[in-house]
């Protein structure tokens, strides 16, 4: 009788993997991001990225983030991956679920992850961890309950074929 592989993937990898590859669907030219939730046994609930919402043409709708008139900046238009994956979840609820994200959560998402009753969230990069709108989300997440940890990828590098 032959033994089980050991090199198979972790969940983290596993999830965050799924997560980046949602990203890969978000059409901004700057930032892409992506978010992965999971029940507490470890199945797939959602995904999400960051694009624009159902309707809102990507062509016509602005992908700039300089522009003088803050109307002509794809901030007022822009959901972000982690608000997608909560509303695009079509189940019951998400309480006591974890989500995967490759960038830290935003003040707004945090509080829409804190609502949704997610407890724990991944997350790949803190790129923005200085600014105010994520010191604020920590803040938040910190009152609330959420615990998060920074994804730590084994170096392992994980490659599929189409």
């Known amino acids: 009788m032959s033994e089980k592989r050991r090199d198979y993937i972790t969940w983290d990898e596993y999830f965050m993997g799924v997560a980046k590859l949602s990203a890969m669907r978000s059409k ?11 029940s507490q046994d470890n199945k797939i609930l959602s995904m999400g990225y960051n694009g624009f919402p159902k309707g809102c043409s990507d062509d016509t709708f ?8 803050p109307y002509n900046d794809k901030y007022f238009y822009v959901t972000h991956s982690e608000l997608n994956a909560i509303l695009n979840y079509r189940g019951g609820s998400l309480e006591g679920s974890k989500l995967y994200v490759t960038l830290f959560p935003c ?39 959420v615990r998060y940890y920074q994804y730590n990828p084994t170096g392992r590098k994980i490659e599929y074929t189409v």
């Open 28 to 38: 901004d030219p700057n930032t892409q991001v992506g978010a992965c939730i999971v």
């Open 62 to 69: 602005p992908w700039g983030k300089i522009d003088p008139d």
């Open 107 to 145: 003040n707004e998402c945090a509080k829409a992850i804190i609502q949704a009753g997610i407890k724990t969230l991944v997350y790949e990069s803190d790129k923005y961890a200085d600014s105010p709108s994520t010191r604020a989300s920590k803040r938040m997440l910190n009152a609330a309950g």
